[in-house]
């Protein structure tokens, strides 16, 4: 089955302790992204990278890192979270026609 | 870059009612028009899209219609069902050489539609 996977689904941790959220998709994209969901600020693009190696800034990158390593994978690093990080995250993988598949989300409370 | 408002942000419409979402962007260099739809506890899933080169789309219930001069875009709803509650996203996706590595999606801030027995 053709999908996006994140892990963990759901996270609570403190102020400044490193955490990484690890996004899969099977669909052999080249894109891919992670956006959070806001309430009353729908959802905005943190990173993106175009393929293996390439990442680059969306809107709202402070206080995160992506990395590239393989096509597949698209993990989303907070080396210092902070309580404004707890959100609702979503990678997503795209097609070249654009339709861009969305993973089930992890929920982040930072302390 | 691309602005995308989306209205109403919560709409509520009895069973078997059509629902209207509205959309509008700003960058006229946008060619790509998804609307996603988001239960509870879930990501968003795509439901229906239209391309700048088509003015109205339709599948079963649900249908968009595009108006490129004016630049908005909506989404209709017929016969609502109680499933058919979620929220609602609109995006617009710019042109090749915008920004985010071109063809990015930017949201609307989403409409919270209620069917109501």
């Known amino acids: 089955e053709a999908q996006v996977t994140q892990n963990p689904r759901y996270l609570i941790t403190v102020t400044g302790k490193k955490l990484t959220v690890t996004c899969s998709q099977n669909?052999?994209?080249?894109?891919m992204s992670w956006y959070r969901q806001d309430p009353g600020l729908g959802l905005r693009q943190i990173y993106y990278s175009m393929n293996v190696e390439v990442t680059d800034k969306g809107d709202v990158p402070e206080g995160y890192k992506v990395s590239r390593k393989e096509k597949r994978n698209f993990p989303l690093i907070l080396e210092s979270p902070s309580p404004n990080q707890t959100s609702l995250y979503f990678c997503a993988s795209r097609r070249p026609d654009n339709e861009q598949f969305f993973g089930p989300g992890t929920r982040l409370t930072v302390l | 870059g691309e602005n995308v408002e989306q209205h109403p942000s919560t709409l509520s419409v009895q069973e078997g009612d059509s629902a209207v979402i509205k959309c509008t962007y700003s960058d006229s260099a946008s060619n790509y028009f998804p609307w996603y739809k988001q239960e509870l506890g879930k990501g968003p899933q795509l439901i229906i899209d239209?391309?700048?080169?088509?003015g109205e789309k339709k599948d079963q219930r649900i249908a968009v219609t595009l108006n490129k001069t004016a630049k908005h875009f909506s989404l209709h709803i017929t016969e609502t069902q109680p499933e058919d509650s979620a929220v609602y996203f609109c995006?617009?996706?710019?042109?090749?050489?915008?920004?985010?590595?071109?063809?990015?999606?930017?949201f609307g801030t989403g409409t919270q539609l209620k069917v109501e027995l």
């Open positions: 669909m052999n994209h080249e894109y």
């Open positions: 239209i391309r700048s080169n088509v």
């Open positions: 995006a617009a996706s710019g042109g090749p050489t915008g920004a985010g590595g071109g063809n990015k999606l930017t």
